[in-house]
């Protein structure tokens, strides 16, 4: 039984940093692609990073190049998002998806139906 856990959320004035954590119990993170995900009031879920689980290639999409970064953890098999300088527009509920299976070298951009597993978010409020 594949679980996803977020963790690291709150609330920040505008130019603070949080950093996200996403623990996945039942499957081991040495191959897979993770995503940050997010849905701010009124708005249509967004693609934020990914991460190749096994060689820890990360891709960044518009809404985090340059602030964000992702990284992953596989002896606590965890994925993290370090996201800095954050601003109003960034309030969102955040969460983690896994896609969970050999993927190929180098980042990974799955569409968001590919992905298996979701959690349950974690609120970052920033004003």
């Known amino acids: 039984h594949v679980q996803l856990v977020e963790s690291g959320g709150g609330s920040v004035q505008p130019g603070g940093s949080l950093t996200l954590s996403c623990v996945a119990s039942?499957?081991?993170?040495?191959?897979?692609?993770m995503g940050w995900f997010r849905q701010g009031p009124g708005k249509d879920r967004e693609r934020v990073a990914t991460?190749?689980?096994?060689?820890?290639?990360?891709y960044y999409y518009d809404s985090a190049k340059g602030r964000f970064t992702i990284s992953r953890d596989l002896a606590k098999n965890t994925v993290y998002l370090q996201m800095s300088d954050l601003e109003p527009e960034d309030t969102a509920m955040f969460y983690c998806?896994?896609?969970?299976?050999?993927?190929?070298?180098?980042?990974?951009?799955?569409?968001?139906?590919?992905?298996?597993?979701w959690g349950q978010g974690t609120q970052v409020t920033v004003s």
């Open positions: 991460i190749q689980t096994g060689d820890g290639s990360p």
């Open positions: 998806a896994l896609l969970p299976r050999e993927v190929f070298p180098g980042p990974c951009r799955p569409e968001p139906n590919e992905y298996r597993y």
């Open positions: 039942g499957y081991t993170l040495n191959r897979g692609c």
